[in-house]
């Protein structure tokens, strides 16, 4: 199978059909990821093709299908659970946190937990609470747990294949308001590292890091401000925990000027620590402070009022005027 158009569903569909054939230790877990092939389709057809021992209905009990997929990894299977709705996934959180996070240095490095966690998250859906959240934030802060999103359908393919892989906690987080976007994807070879950032659009004037969601608002915003003549560089982000702060460096020791975009609160969310990191590496290289733009300190808004609560073009252009006015 060489490069094919599809969508980000799609796109992690086929990562999944992909890791159920490879390794006969790989099982899928989750509310209604089974016969009805996920809120969002993502494992359609799965369980119809791999049998109802990979691909396993669970109750409505997020704790315990996250306890069930530690113990399983811990028989030697690589689980890859789902987690319906972002909101949904605080009752795990003590398992997450607590067991799932530790139990490798616990044990001195003699265990080890192979569990993906795949959560759908953002905005733009019109939805309510609990179900258009980005907690990426709250679980970046945890030691033992790796965060990554993909931004299109190459890395929402390849970078589940990659956290399918690994023997370290991978909490998937997948923008559910770009999941019906097309691109291309090439599953002939791996295109780089899990937790590498990329460089997605050059520039000279401005670097606006992203991840998840905003990368495509991020690359709108340098698409309109090409035409007043700003070049803007985007870098995508990919992975939460770790950062790849090395690639934002370079990028921003070019330009000198950086806005970090999330759907996330501004306030202590992931913006922040990149925003501390860069200017503690390239202070002596930026024109302007590190400026962010999120969502607000508040519970999410009902649907009406996303459109204000979200970062869009508009938030995301006026940071980046403010950054080139200094």
């Known amino acids: 199978m060489a490069a094919e158009k599809m969508a980000i569903a799609k796109a992690l569909n086929s990562s999944l059909r992909t890791a159920l054939e490879s390794d006969p230790k790989v099982v899928v877990m989750g509310e209604d990821v089974g016969k009805l092939g996920g809120v969002f389709r993502i494992t359609d057809g799965l369980q119809k093709d791999f049998g109802e021992d990979r691909v396993i209905d669970t109750p409505l009990a997020e704790s315990g299908i996250i306890g069930t997929a530690i113990g399983l990894a811990l028989r030697g299977y690589r689980p890859v659970a789902e987690i319906q709705f972002d909101g949904f996934v605080f009752p795990a959180y003590d398992q997450i946190v607590t067991q799932l996070a530790k139990m490798h240095a616990r044990a001195l490095g003699k265990v080890k937990l192979p569990v993906v966690i795949r959560i759908p998250y953002g905005g733009g859906i019109g939805a309510v609470e609990h179900h258009s959240e980005s907690p990426e934030a709250l679980f970046a802060h945890v030691a033992g747990l790796k965060i990554v999103t993909p931004a299109n359908s190459s890395d929402a393919y390849w970078m589940l294949r990659q956290a399918i892989e690994c023997d370290d906690p991978v909490i ?155």
């Open 172 to 326: 998937f987080f997948e923008p559910k308001s770009r999941y019906w976007e097309k691109g291309e994807v090439d599953t002939t070879g791996i295109p780089g590292p899990l937790h590498a950032a990329k460089v997605v659009r050059d520039g000279t004037d401005l670097t606006i890091a992203a991840y998840g969601p905003t990368v495509r608002t991020a690359l709108a915003a340098a698409e309109a401000a090409a035409e007043d003549g700003t070049s803007i560089e985007v870098v995508d982000l990919r992975s939460v925990s770790p950062i790849d702060f090395d690639t934002i460096q370079r990028s921003v020791e070019k330009t000198g000027r950086l806005v970090v975009a999330h759907e996330a609160p501004v306030f202590f969310g992931s913006g922040a620590e990149v925003a501390a990191r860069i200017t503690e590496r390239c202070f002596y290289h930026l024109e302007a402070p590190v400026l962010r733009v999120g969502g607000f300190h508040a519970p999410y808004p009902p649907a009406r009022l996303e459109e204000e609560y979200l970062p869009g073009l508009d938030r995301v252009l006026d940071s980046v005027d403010r950054a080139l006015a200094y």
